[in-house]
């Protein structure tokens, strides 16, 4: 039975639109085939973002972290990513990619000497989960700091090159004034010192917050815990151990790809290679979503597995 998809096509300029749009009108529906409807938001089954654009590198950094399906579209020739389509498109290979992303058929595409060389460093014995490297004492990841309550009252967090970012642990808030996807997923990769808190006083923290956005701090985390690690397993979830989650992460239900994961999950405890194989993600993504609910408070982990309760 033909599907519509869905492609989300981000920061992407008027005349790459328009060729996209007439691409797809033409080949929509044809012979009872799947037909393809673009959207500017994002969330769609396969995204395109254009690199070129003004944080365009950011964004795509960003969709890679909650999706296998993303495209980079660019003029650069020497740029290398996963999925690649350079300007100007053309029909041929615009189509031909988004058939076989839709399909499943990733192995047909080719991967980037760097996506080679992330797999074979890995550590032997545990090539498909590596764990992320243990940490420095009190030298974390902004997702760890926050998981692990290192800040008790309202800080901002000073680091060079980060925005203006606020946070109050006691009120379960956090301010910023801009998109979420403004802040580039290496920053959360970054471990900081306990120090990168900066305490405000109650009066300070008043003055600095104004014409900033409040947002739940539970997105923070979330996101935040998402691109901790790239392609590598937060230490405490290495091993004989099974997961479940308490509550499903509203910030997942944007994403089919870890709805599926989450859906899963809030059925009962599973192992690590149980929730590879029912969901059939790519290691990466079941992953990150892991890292993202243990760090963001969600995720039960048993540890005598097969033995003990939850």
Do not use: C
């Amino acid at each position: 039975m033909a599907r519509e998809w869905i492609l989300s096509a981000l920061n992407v300029g008027p005349k790459d639109m328009m060729v996209m749009r007439s691409l797809l009108n033409l080949a929509n529906g044809r012979d009872g085939s799947d037909s393809w409807q673009i959207s500017v938001d994002t969330g769609g089954d396969v995204s395109i973002v254009d690199i070129d654009s003004e944080g365009g590198e950011s964004l795509l950094e960003e969709q890679n972290q909650i999706s296998p399906l993303v495209i980079a579209l660019t003029s650069r020739k020497e740029f290398r990513g996963r999925f690649v389509l350079h300007k100007p498109l053309r029909s041929r290979e615009f189509l031909k990619m988004l058939n076989k992303l839709a399909s499943g058929d990733y192995d047909a595409l080719p991967e980037t000497e760097s996506d080679s060389e992330t797999i074979a460093a890995a550590p032997s014995g545990n090539s498909v989960w590596p764990p992320m490297p243990s940490p420095q004492a009190g030298h974390y990841t902004l997702a760890e700091h926050l998981r692990r309550q290192t800040w008790k009252k309202p800080v901002v967090i000073t680091r060079p090159g980060w925005p203006l970012i606020l946070i109050d642990p006691g009120s379960g808030a956090w301010f910023f004034d801009g998109s979420i996807s403004d802040l580039a997923p290496p920053m959360f990769a970054e471990p900081m010192p306990d120090s990168a808190g900066v305490p405000v006083s109650n009066a300070e923290f008043v003055d600095r917050v104004q014409g900033h956005r409040q947002r739940p701090l539970s997105e923070l985390k979330w996101f935040a815990g998402l691109a901790q690690a790239r392609g590598q397993l937060h230490p405490d979830l290495i091993g004989e151990v099974q997961f479940m989650l308490t509550q499903v992460p509203s910030e997942a239900m944007k994403n089919e790809q870890l709805q599926q994961l989450a859906q899963i999950l809030i059925r009962g405890p599973i192992t690590l290679e149980e929730l590879h194989q029912e969901s059939g993600q790519p290691p990466g993504n079941v992953m990150a979503f892991l890292n993202a609910s243990f760090t963001s408070g969600k995720l039960l982990v048993n540890r005598v597995a097969r033995v003990a309760s939850f």
